[in-house]
């Protein structure tokens, strides 16, 4: 079955190391995107990308990282720059803007839990 | 900027009643809406989507939700609630025109039901 697949989902860091993030699909989607979610403020967009080797800042980039080298495949590296990173981090996808049957629905993974120690 | 406001951060309702979950949107052009539910630690499922035509667009699970331009709404309905809706449920909008095409969601509404 066709999906996204978020791993690990647990996740505990010590403070000053970097994690990476997995995020695959094979939707065969050209856009990816990384939300962060806590509680009581819905999801914030970190990081997106439309196609292979290109990706924009969402609201809350500072302190992550991102590739996409391969068109199934968004991993998000969360830096020892991140002042507060325990949250759930969720990937999602869509296919590209193509015309007016689109209508932009994301799919999602079940997320990944990160807890700093 | 786009915004989505859901008033209501917790709602409790009995098995068996009706609901009715708020969403109020801010967008200055012509917005495409979503209801997305989560159970505690999974991801999103889709319940609905707006995007043109009939106002009134029906979703999975005996959802539906009304699009009111006029007062920027996207309000999610359900006749009967049963035990299994207990989850948390986002409102998002987004545009096909902008770049991108980030959806913004409100803070969710955390519904809570009671036998």
């Known amino acids: 079955d066709g999906g996204i697949t978020q791993s690990p989902k647990y996740l505990f860091r010590k403070e000053g190391q970097n994690v990476t993030l997995s995020c695959e699909q094979n939707?065969?989607?050209?856009?990816m995107y990384w939300y962060r979610q806590d509680p009581g403020q819905g999801l914030r967009l970190i990081y997106y990308s439309q196609i292979v080797n290109d990706f924009q800042k969402g609201d809350i980039a500072e302190g992550y990282s991102v590739s996409r080298e391969k068109k199934e495949s968004f991993p998000l590296t969360v830096t020892s720059a991140q002042k507060n990173p325990t949250a759930f981090y969720l990937c999602?996808?869509?296919?590209?803007?193509?015309?007016?049957?689109?209508?932009?629905?994301?799919?999602f993974g079940e997320g990944s839990r990160l807890t700093v120690l | 900027a786009q915004s989505v406001t859901q008033p209501d951060i917790h709602i409790t309702v009995s098995e068996g009643a009706s609901l009715e979950l708020r969403c109020n949107y801010s967008?200055?052009?012509?917005?495409?809406l979503f209801w997305y539910v989560q159970s505690p630690g999974q991801g999103l499922q889709l319940l609905l989507k707006?995007?043109?035509?009939?106002?009134l667009v029906q979703g999975i699970k005996g959802f539906e939700a009304e699009f009111k331009r006029s007062q920027s709404s996207f309000n999610l309905r359900k006749p009967s609630v049963h035990w299994s809706d207990a989850a948390e449920y986002f409102c998002a909008v987004g545009s096909r025109m902008e770049y991108g095409n980030k959806l913004v969601f409100g803070a969710g509404t955390i519904l809570r039901v009671k036998s």
């Open positions: 967008y200055g052009a012509t917005p495409y």
């Open positions: 707006y995007f043109s035509g009939d106002t």
């Open positions: 999602a996808s869509r296919s590209r803007l193509s015309g007016a049957g689109d209508t932009g629905e994301l799919f």
């Open positions: 939707l065969n989607h050209d856009a």
